[in-house]
């Protein structure tokens, strides 16, 4: 069964500070890795990895996958109030099988 | 955003009862999900489509059907519900198979809270 661990479960920060969220997995026949932003409801699409080393950037997030530590870490640069959301992980199998994590929730302070 | 709604957004019934919950898009993507959200389990699919009757089963189908007649329509039916249904029930959409690695995103709708009592 593919498993997904996120890490840390939850986070409190300041505004303007760095923080790395951490997704490790289980996978048999590993294809692709997405994170989503969860604020009030739905998910919301932030990156999708396939290639190990490449970063993905978008602003002041950054994610990298490393297929060699079956991990990928998400980065947000100067954390904003607006940040404040669950961040979610899901792998994605050769069977076409999508496997989420269980979340980071992370809270910015201002 | 994308144009994606869920009816109903929330619903309380018994067990034992026949519930279908209802997926709508406007964006005529080709691909839809059904996912079901639990504290402790994060996303898990339930179903998906790729196609007008061309469905295939997710992680934790058991107890679910879907149907798919019309390109913007996904219906989930639980045929008689149980407690361990109560769930946050997210519909999504992709306009490439996400679940193959498709470059496209996958936009969420805004959920159904379901309880079974």
């Known amino acids: 069964e593919d498993k997904v661990v996120q890490s840390p479960l939850s986070l409190v920060v300041h505004e303007g500070d760095t923080v790395t969220l951490n997704c490790s997995y289980e996978v048999t026949n590993f294809r692709s890795l997405l994170w989503y932003k969860q604020e009030k409801k739905a998910p919301t699409f932030l990156f999708m990895l396939t290639s190990s080393g490449i970063e993905k950037k978008s602003g002041r997030l950054s994610s990298i996958l490393d297929k060699k530590e079956l991990s990928s870490i998400l980065n947000i640069t100067a954390t904003q109030t607006g940040d404040s959301a669950i961040y979610l992980c899901?792998?994605?199998?050769?069977?076409?099988?999508?496997?989420f994590g269980g979340g980071t929730r992370l809270m910015v302070k201002p | 955003d994308a144009g994606i709604t869920q009816s109903p957004r929330h619903k309380v019934t018994e067990t034992g009862t026949p519930v279908t919950l209802r997926c709508h898009q406007t964006?005529?993507?080709?691909?839809m999900y059904w996912y079901r959200q639990d504290p402790g389990h994060g996303l898990r699919l339930i179903h998906y489509?790729?196609?007008?009757?061309?469905?295939d089963k997710g992680e934790v189908s058991d107890g679910y059907s879907v149907s798919r007649s019309k390109t913007e329509d996904f219906l989930l039916t639980l045929e008689s519900a149980t407690s361990s249904q109560t769930s946050v029930y997210f519909c999504?959409?992709?306009?490439?198979?996400?679940?193959?690695?498709?470059?496209?995103?996958?936009?969420f709708g805004p959920g159904t809270r379901l309880t079974v009592l």
């Open positions: 489509s790729y196609g007008v009757k061309d469905t």
């Open positions: 964006e005529n993507h080709r691909y």
């Open positions: 999504a959409i992709s306009e490439s198979m996400v679940l193959a690695g498709g470059p496209n995103e996958q936009f």
């Open positions: 899901a792998v994605i199998n050769a069977g076409n099988m999508l496997t």
